[in-house]
């Protein structure tokens, strides 16, 4: 259940649809349901945060996966992104449900969307961009996170520093966004740079693209974190899901 629901349940007692007592036995189920012996999935993460709870899919068998997300569908989460996770074990889930559930797999940016595609709530637009192709997997797992936490995303790939020009021609995006995502490797200096020309929050991630001497992306991490530009804040090496996230609380802010 998520705030919604727990919304329209709460306005079905306020109009008597649905009686108090039934309403308390719905909100009284655990919050909590295991799985075999492996998984414990919370069930009310997205009453508390809003958004409920995501498969890390690194390092889960595609056994594990299955199970967790059949145990998410079958106690009414509408949707199921899944992250790190290969084509094979997709393609396993995809067998394990039935065939009336949607599964897209994105191979670039290893996710897997179980279920509904969220129409866009967020008050504005989030827009992602990349130093260079290289980081858009990061990029990409920041985008579909995003859009699955129902929001409007801009890509602008391939707008990195090393011909500024390519930035510099869409700052009707980057001026009209709600919250922008600024991926990048190497030395890192894409968030500085759109730090100095938004007017909305940046959310840096490094990526471990590089060579030698960027140390699997701690170049570009520290480059962020000592980024001159206000309003930049940075999230760990790789992680466009975190990002992603970031970003959509943002832009469903009030």
Not at 2 to 10: S, V, Y
Not at 140 to 159: K, M, Q
Not at 221 to 229: D, F, V
């Amino acid at each position: 259940m998520d705030k919604t629901q727990l919304n329209t349940l709460l306005n079905k007692v306020a109009s008597g649809e649905v009686s108090p007592e039934d309403a308390a036995l719905v909100l009284k189920m655990k919050p909590i349901q295991e799985v075999g012996e492996y998984a414990k999935v919370d069930l009310h993460r997205g009453i508390r945060q809003g958004v409920p709870e995501v498969i890390y899919g690194a390092g889960k068998t595609k056994e594990h996966v299955l199970g967790i997300a059949k145990t998410m569908l079958q106690n009414g989460q509408k949707t199921v992104l899944v992250t790190r996770v290969t084509r094979e074990t997709a393609d396993f889930v995809r067998e394990g449900l039935p065939s009336e559930v949607a599964l897209d797999y994105n191979e670039l940016a290893k996710t897997c969307v179980i279920g509904e595609w969220p129409a866009p709530t967020g008050a504005g637009k989030v827009v992602v961009a990349t130093g260079g192709t290289s980081d858009i997997p990061v990029a990409e797992e920041a985008a579909i996170t995003a859009e699955v936490l129902g929001n409007e995303v801009v890509r602008l790939f391939d707008v990195g520093v090393s011909g500024i020009h390519r930035l510099l021609s869409h700052m009707d995006e980057i001026m009209s966004a709600r919250c922008i995502v600024a991926v990048a490797g190497m030395e890192g200096a894409l968030p500085s740079v759109i730090g100095g020309l938004a007017d909305c929050p940046v959310i840096a991630v490094p990526t471990s693209v590089g060579y030698g001497a960027s140390l699997g992306g701690v170049a570009a991490l520290l480059s962020m974190l000592n980024s001159c530009a206000s309003g930049v804040a940075v999230v760990n090496i790789d992680n466009g899901f975190g990002a992603g996230y970031m970003a959509s609380m943002i832009n469903h802010l009030k």
